[in-house]
């Protein structure tokens, strides 16, 4: 075959070199992931509900789009510091005038994403509509009904809860948490403009849901002037070793939820900087109250004794805090609990005995639920936990499921509900600490627990009915919380560390404690 | 005539197979655990609430009963709506059903129909990256039977069908795109998003391939026109490009068809490890909010794909050599 180039081969050539220079080599350049100019790209572990509507949902990851979208009355860093500080937002003051008559100040000159003037309207339709007995998010302390709502002019609220018969101090934690909506959007009703798209008050605005991805721009009149980034892609990316390459090649900017082994290996990483902070969620080991054999106290209490949470602490690393008590130490009232349960075999054994179980014998085959790829390490230490109740005799196995299996199996039903324990965290945004305890425990919701018990149903209801927040206060910490933990109807394990990585030249960034993130200062 | 008739006989075949597959995936979706109307309803929701959804929506009756009612609706091209995914197309969860508030459910044809394009664009680019590099090592393999490519092409096999498609996923975004920086990794903005993910597909691809090149290459070569052509004096590229290599084609050609079921399985894992808004990702968020109708209508559309790729698949060989009878 002679080595010369013929006419035929030459064209061939050029054609083919024709074909390489229309690639387009721009993907080869990495300059092109850097911050500038850029929208933040959040990557979240949690998917969204399809519905806008605030009430419609008690999803994480979508009240951290409202966080950016909305208007808030106030907020609440919640640091272990100061659980209880406010910072004045929409609202200018609040006041409780009576201990059912609260008068809430608010702010002139803002508007809403839509243009409408930000009134007192507004807050008056919010709670009118959020307070629905139809609403799924039930945040608020009693339904419509019982709130008489007045706007004496544009910027003054007045809330009265007589006709309810609670406080109405309990706002002045809840306005810390309910994005306050359009009186406009509210009064086209059900599958109006709430459903299709978020109008808030709030330094981004909403712009579109582009597949998974939620797409917000700055907003031009945010009332403590635009944000110097031009937006947010709020993206939902359900693998975390995937969101954490994301970060790593400068796509993502910021992503959630950090595995303590990711935690580890970012660190060594001189672009990627970490955000840790205690949060407002609480892990439990739920027990289902309503059937044997955890109707019974002193075996909830022997299964408490079991459990060494010192060592789930150490096994979870970064991603958890110790605490003693059933709400995070953020929370308003929190305390370490006295009497909290700690680890004793030896009371275990007793209290077995006392129950008619002795070393465990005579107890029915036990299921443990518990969820794989939301939470970090549960299947971990779900084995641990297994493991330290097997060893006091305590025939538990444990099933781990995905979040939708485990999901489906969570919450009461009527006679107890799948399984014997479940495992779940409860996260809510705001100090409120009634949010977790009265959810749980009051034999009116009983959501996972199915416990039902007047003494604490009592406790519960002379709590939220003291007059101020200090004697509200004082009652939780000496009476109610005391009380949960001799009847522990679940065991809260420890406190969830909100973990997030981000690229380092993200700055004037500020991390809630529930997820949410104030970025109308980052630069 | 003969194509009429194949094609007559192979897309009857075709429903029925694409038929059993529906019955069996509709089936088994409906014994696994995980009440959907629960995930619909949201965990809170009262027994009696889900009880009450799930007969109007036809799913307390029998299992043939709810599937003729389907396929009544399929074959009008209708693959229902999803139970969970709003018509923007994101992917939800947590949403409750009785809220008079939701809004419109997405269809599952238009959700198939968004992302049916981005996987064939990925399986096709993985396709050609797996034919290209298949090819230049096959074929060099199977002139030289035993010889250093041949020993290469062993080597090159036994490494990439060991290698897992997740492991490698990671490890070449960790080096194209973390250190390296050439290219993007998740998501999809872009071609330039498909190649790595391609790369992945085609690793996985390739030692099939090659393998099966190389010894249909060897044997074509070792037939007696090999020898008359060189005989009538035709240079040995004509012999490879124009003769040998077209007959090794035909057991290439069959074996595309089946490794394009295996490409379907792969997008799975791969389009998961990117965040590639394609058929796969599609399933895998479908499966775990235990969404049927969407389920289903994958199911359905992939196997109506792996069935028209084999018919064409046959039809080119037909083509190809005449001797052929499928």
Redesign the interface.
Known sequence: ?ANVMDRRRFLQGSAALAGVSQI?P?????SA?AQGGKPLVFLSA????????PT????LS?KNIEGFVMGFLTRTPMTLDDPSKVVYELATDIQLLEPTRLQIKLRKGIHFHDGKPFKAEDVKATFEYGSGK?R?AQWYPGPTESLTITTPDDETVIVDTSKGGYPAHLFIFLASFLPIMSAKDIAEG???A???RLNGTGPFRFV?????S?VLAAFDGYFKGKPAIPGIDF?????S??RM??L?????SIVERLEPEQVETVKANPKIAINQVVSVENKYLWFRCSKPPFDDVRVRMAACHSIDRAMIVELLGAAGHASANYVSPVKFGYVDLKNYPAYDPAKAQALLAEAGFPKGKGLPPLEYITSVGFYPKTKEYGEVITAMLNEQGFPVNLTVL????W??R??H??GGGPGHMVDCGWSTGSPEPDLVLRTHFHSSSH?ITGIEDAAIDASLDKERAAPTLEARKAILQDETMPLLAAKVPALSLFTSVMIHAMQKELQGLYVYPDGSIDASKTV | MFVLSFLARRLAQGAVIIFLVSLLIFTLLRVV???PV??MA???AP?ALIEQIATQMGLRDPIPVQFGRYMARVVQGDLGQSF???A?????????FN?????ERAKVMDLIL?ALPMTLQLAALALVFALVFSSLLGIAAGLRPGGIADKLAFTVSSVFVSLPNFWLG?VL??LL??K????????YG???YT?LPALVLAVELSPVLIRTLSGAVAAQMGESYVTVGQVRGL???RIVAAHALRNASVPLLNLLGVQFSSLLGGVIIVE????Y?GLGLLT??AV???DFPLIQGIAIVTSAIFVLINILVDLAATSIDPRLEY
């Open positions: 075959m387009n721009d993907f080869l350049i990495s992931f949690e998917n969204i509900t399809g519905n806008w509507d419609a949902h008690t999803t979508q139809d799924p059900p599958g109006g709430l459903t299709r579109e849901q582009r597949g998974n939620t993206t939902f990316t359900g693998d070793t995937t390459l994301s790593m090649n400068g796509q993502a995905e979040p939708a299996a999901n489906e969570l919450y039903r009527p959501r | 655990p995980g009440d629960r995930l949201g965990g809170m027994e969970v995914r709003p923007n197309g994101a992917a939800t969860g947590g949403a409750n809220d008079t508030t939701r809004g968004d990671i975004a960790l795109s973390v390296l920086g050439w290219l993007p990794a998740i998501g872009g071609f330039s190649v240079s040995p590229t998961y490890i990117f965040d808004p895998i968020n775990l909010q235990r």
